[in-house]
């Protein structure tokens, strides 16, 4: 099959692998029909993930067709379209039975904190990921659900992460009705939580972001306010000021490590195998909430070195919400929303890539060119 595969720091390429083969009884082999690259893929792409070995294949997000299923799968058949959330879990630990799959116990020796993740490096699991013609799907009965008939795959995709988490952002911020809600990151998973924030019935909804056409978006599709940070010299003076002085009462930080980091970030991940990681966004949602506020935090970060301002935090008794989202569970209540017609996730897509120009891909959405938002990776075997 071609799949991307990881050769170094700002080096991808389409190979050929063999094609998975069942491992497990509880297995399954799904054909890829969409993928996508999410803006977490940037901090492997560029280096700064512990432990991202040469020649795996990146991609969390994908949907497609079972191709064949290992003896002990009784939910899933070859034919059938599915899509898959991005972590990992086995369904039946400590965790997965208090619906904490994306904290499995059983499906990452690596790790004690997060579970598996498809093609986010060793650190998760090691597992390849769906930037490739064929992936292997393991707990085939537990993660993969049937695509509802009338959802087109280019939305489906959506639901495997980027959509998931920034509901489950907007779910943390414990929004109630009339809150301001500031968001800080316009990429993907901040649109979809500023959007989410209103159907959790918010009064006003703030994005901040520093890319115009990406403040753009967040005005069209998620119907916000925009603040651009560079315009500023304090931005959170100017959210105060848009917030009668007294701050938000959720913030949601959307923007997690910084995906392009600093010259000592990457001597930390690549040299001394620690994820770079810069708390300016999260010091920003905790100076610029309300006391007695929300702080959701679903953005991608690793061990950091810098000071987050918690002394702040605790003073001001802001209530800190943070995890990976456990994808499955948000997908009632989204296709429920899809369905009646509150919003359509494919709305914030901007590009379509064949898998073998994935290198491109990559170089496109790394370096913000074409107003790139969020592309799409569509095998040649869809």
């Not at 064929?134 to 795959?153: K, M, Q, T």
């Not at 509150?342 to 370096?367: K, M, N, Q």
Request: some cysteine.
């Amino acid at each position: 099959m071609h799949a991307m595969v990881y050769r170094g720091p700002y080096k991808v390429r389409i190979e050929e692998k063999d094609i998975p083969p069942i491992e497990h009884p509880n297995d399954a082999i799904v054909r890829v029909t969409r993928a996508a690259i999410c803006g977490s893929d940037l901090h492997l792409y560029h280096g700064m993930m512990p432990d991202t070995r040469v020649g795996m294949t990146f991609g969390h997000e994908f949907v497609g067709v079972v191709e064949q299923v290992g003896p002990s799968v009784e939910r899933l058949q070859p034919g059938d379209r599915v899509m898959v959330p991005f972590n990992i879990y086995c369904g039946s630990c400590f965790f997965c039975a208090r619906g904490l799959y994306s904290n499995c116990h059983n499906v990452n020796p690596n790790a004690t904190a997060v579970g598996g993740i498809y093609g986010y490096s060793h650190t998760c699991g090691g597992y390849d990921g769906g930037q490739a013609e064929y992936v292997r799907v393991p707990f085939a009965d537990v993660g993969p659900s049937p695509i509802p008939e009338w959802l087109e795959e280019d939305d489906a995709v959506l639901l495997t992460d980027a959509l998931s988490t920034g509901y489950f952002g907007a779910q943390l911020a414990d929004i109630v009705e009339g809150d301001v809600v500031v968001v800080f990151g316009a990429g993907p998973v901040g649109l979809f939580a500023a959007r989410s924030a209103w159907l959790m019935g918010a009064g006003r909804v703030i994005v901040v972001d520093h890319l115009e056409y990406r403040l753009e978006k967040a005005r069209t599709f998620a119907y916000a306010e925009t603040v651009n940070f560079v315009e500023h010299d304090d931005v959170v003076v100017e959210l105060k000021r848009l917030t009668d002085y007294l701050g938000a009462d959720r913030v949601i930080d959307a923007v997690g490590a910084e995906a392009d980091g600093n010259l000592l970030q990457h001597v930390t991940s690549a040299k001394l195998k620690l994820q770079g990681g810069s708390p300016v966004a999260l010091n920003w949602a905790i100076d610029s909430v309300r006391k007695g506020g929300t702080v959701s935090v679903m953005g991608a970060y690793g061990p950091m070195f810098s000071a987050v301002k918690f002394g702040d935090a605790m003073n001001k008794g802001l209530t800190l919400r943070t995890n990976q989202a456990p994808v499955k569970r948000q997908w009632p209540r989204l296709l429920e929303h899809v369905r009646s017609g509150y919003l359509r996730p494919s709305d914030i897509v901007t590009h379509r890539i064949p898998l073998e120009h994935i290198a491109e891909g990559y170089h496109l959405f790394s370096s913000k060119l074409d107003g790139c938002i969020k592309p799409l990776i569509v095998p040649s075997a869809a």
